[in-house]
């Protein structure tokens, strides 16, 4: 029985292929989806990573459907297109929502479409999530129903995002609380009036959510019809985020099936790991992509034996004492605008990138770096703890850091906001009004707040840092690709919920008793406006691109410039990093037009603390084939 057979039969019929980004995730899920199929299991291999890395590894096209891959009878692939799934909803449901909002709150039939519409934008979290629990369901009864698959094989995004993804359940019951506390007005009414109530369109669609969110919550826990294969490598700051990612899972009480140590000889020991089935693949010559390089991972694809010899320390490349020449410290620092944001997929170094950048930043100006990346890495690119506040680094005294939780700064608004609805209607309740229903309802409207809204109200408070002076430079580390992208569209959708929020907030009774709340609101507003104008200034806003010399990399890269421009952003530069493992014929230059190209050396650990960050980026080498020549204007 070969390796990958065995970890094939350890795994249930539903696998989530988790990760850091850049460790090998779509690799694994591919070949592992194809293997399934040769043994003549129906197998999908499907993909929620908004970067869509798998139709390059597969080297074959993937659309929203699932559609047979040619060269692996059997398999067929699929990514997940979110704007897809939302109109299809919308399609299904729109007018059962708008039902809904009519008969539990005091909007307008004008204002009940554009409440609708701004509810949902930008899920990609909940559209994922409805699919995958369609996908679970059809595969929970033995045998599987016609036509299901017998395997599913999930590449999910990176770290953070997935663990929002698996979170979901409990974020969407809330959602159809409000909406239930809402229908439950009219079955009130019509049961006062009628003396009986029957079931309407609105009371099936709530049901049917309930069914879905419960029957995902009940697959992901169940290690029997669903497990975690955790993919990592042996650098060390994977393997402290792979630890605490397994810890996280456990919590989540998603069982971890397995791990596997993708570009290395051994495991590298992680004592949170213990206990868990590994394997190991050795790093290929070539990029395992399409057919035959699928078929090589398998191939390369060994168990560790229990009692193995624990791994080595990856071989240190020392950079002694590097100094930069003060051109090249210039070049680095027209990278830099007053929002400076290092893009790129998950596992290419864009945190580390951001950290040198902001130490060049900050021989000159007060500086900011933060991260928005659910997945924190500053601390480690650092080597001391970051906390979510201003936290100064040692040895550079106009240098601070900050690990943003997102998802902490807006449940912040939201609980002042339900303290102060409690507050409004506890006045209510003295002057004898019953108005539990409306209570109830009020209390949850931020439920409808469009998810990834809490991370570009993070953004806006890191704006602030610019607008009120506090710093002159900010640098931000976001989350990969995709969600990168949603960060920099939302503005515009945050905009519209806050102002349609603000309306209904209006409609209640004494809504002035809301007034900090609602300052709030109008301050985030303004906040967004502001954003919103900094993020199209390129003059001001600079987007730097990290990539690698790797085909699905590269191809990632490509398609990131297009989109940041596509959304009004500018790119100010690309790093190459681990320039070095790139012949020098072979060096790329996926975005051609960037103002300037700088390639940078790979070191192994990578760098992690000042001075080792700073002797880094000394090492740097201008690319002079880029655009360099027009370095002081960005290319558009």
């Known amino acids: 029985m070969t390796a990958a057979d065995a970890l094939l039969d350890a795994l249930p019929r539903t696998t989530l292929v988790v990760g850091k980004g850049g460790v090998g995730k779509t690799t694994c899920a591919a070949a592992l989806a194809i293997r399934a199929a040769e043994r003549g299991d129906a197998t999908l291999v499907l993909t929620t990573d908004p970067a869509r890395a798998l139709p390059d590894v597969l080297d074959h096209p993937v659309g929203a459907t699932p559609a047979p891959v040619a060269h692996a009878p059997g398999l067929q692939a699929q990514a997940l297109d979110t704007v897809a799934l939302r109109a299809d909803f919308l399609a299904r449901w729109g007018d059962v929502l708008r039902d809904i909002l009519d008969r539990g709150t005091y909007l307008d039939e004008a204002d009940i479409a554009p409440m609708v519409e701004t509810a ?11 699919e995958l629990a369609r996908l679970l369901a059809d595969g929970a009864s033995a045998p599987p129903a016609q036509g299901a698959h017998r395997r599913l094989f999930v590449d999910t995004a990176p770290t953070g995002h997935t663990l929002r993804l698996l979170e979901l359940p409990a974020t969407f019951r809330a959602l159809v609380r409000l909406l239930d506390a809402m229908q439950d007005k009219h079955r009130y009414m019509v049961r006062t009036l009628t003396r009986g109530y029957r079931a309407d369109a609105a009371d099936a669609f709530l049901t049917e959510m309930a069914v879905l969110v419960t029957a995902l919550d009940d697959s992901l826990r169940d290690p029997r019809r669903c497990a975690a294969l955790m993919v990592a490598n042996p650098q060390p700051l994977v393997v402290e985020e792979t630890s605490r990612y397994v810890a996280a ?4 009480e998603v069982h971890v099936a397995a791990i596997v140590w993708n570009n290395a000889n051994v495991p590298c020991p992680a004592e949170a790991l213990h206990g868990i089935p590994a394997f190991t693949v050795a790093r290929l010559a070539e990029w395992p992509t399409g057919s035959d390089g699928l078929h090589r991972w398998l191939a390369a694809l060994r168990p560790v034996r229990s009692g193995a010899p624990a791994a080595a320390a990856p071989e240190i490349q020392s950079l002694g004492a590097t100094h930069a020449s003060p051109a090249i410290r210039d070049d680095r620092r027209r990278l830099l ?4 944001i290092v893009a790129g997929k998950g596992g290419v170094g864009k945190t580390t990138v951001a950290c040198a950048l902001a130490l060049d930043a900050a021989s000159d100006h007060r500086t900011l770096i933060v991260s928005t990346d659910p997945a924190p890495s500053v601390a480690d690119a650092f080597g001391q703890p970051i906390a979510d506040a201003d936290t100064p680094i040692p040895g550079v005294p106009v240098l601070f850091a900050r690990q943003m939780d997102a998802t902490a700064a807006f449940a912040r608004l939201r609980d002042e906001y339900a303290a102060n609805v409690d507050a409004l209607f506890a006045t209510f309740g003295a002057r ?11 209390r949850d409207l931020l439920a409808l707040a469009p998810p990834g809204i809490d991370e570009v109200y993070a953004l806006s408070l890191i704006a602030d840092a610019l607008f009120d002076g506090r710093f002159e430079t900010v640098v931000v580390d976001p989350a990969p690709t995709g969600h990168l992208l949603r960060m920099l569209e939302m503005p ?5 919920w806050t102002h349609q929020l603000m309306r209904l907030m209006l409609k209640y009774r004494d809504a002035t008793g809301l007034g900090e709340t609602a300052k709030e ?5 303004k906040r967004l406006r502001a954003l919103e104008t900094l993020l199209m200034d390129a003059d001001r806003c600079g987007v730097v691109l990290v990539t690698l010399h790797e085909p699905v990399v590269l191809a990632e890269t490509e398609r990131l410039a297009r989109e940041v421009r596509a959304r009004g952003a500018h790119v100010s530069g690309l790093v190459l990093n681990r320039a070095d493992n790139a012949p020098d014929h072979a060096r790329p230059l996926p975005v051609p037009d960037a103002p300037m190209h700088f390639e940078a050396p790979a070191v192994m650990p990578p760098p992690a603390g000042v001075s080792a960050l700073a002797r880094w980026a000394a090492t740097w080498r201008l690319d002079e084939r880029g655009g360099v020549g027009r370095r002081n204007h960005d290319v558009r």
């Open 120 to 130: 949902l934008p930008g899920g990609d979290e909940i559209f994922a999530a409805l």
């Open 249 to 252: 899972l456990r919590a989540l």
């Open 337 to 340: 605008r007053s929002l400076t």
């Open 432 to 442: 004898g009004v019953d108005l539990a229903a409306d209570r109830a309802i009020a």
């Open 492 to 496: 515009q959708l945050a905009l519209a």
């Open 521 to 525: 609101l109008l301050e985030f507003s």
